[in-house]
């Protein structure tokens, strides 16, 4: 009478196997998301260095920072932070608009 343990094991198939044409598709939606994300990564290095300048200005006549420019450029950065992990590859998380947007508290 043969053990429980002696049985041969379950071999079990990996999820979506089998599926090859959906890869592809997705390979080439991604690339489509990594050209926005670099278009949108441009933009933003313009709109850094216009609130760089603002900034400058402000704390050159006024005296000192101007927080709500601070926590926008913080926020840039972060946005540029994810988008650029998102376009080398080292992550599937898309950045803002579909995430959150800045820093959480």
Known sequence: MAKKDDEDPVVLEEP?????????????L?????????????VARGILIVAAVIQFLWMLFGGGKNPHIAEFGEDLGDWMARATIYVSGATEDRPFPFDRWGIPD
């Open 16 to 28: 979506g196997d089998g599926i090859e044409g959906d890869e592809d598709e997705n390979i080439w």
């Open 30 to 42: 991604r690339g489509l998301w990594m050209i926005l994300f670099i278009a949108l990564m441009w």
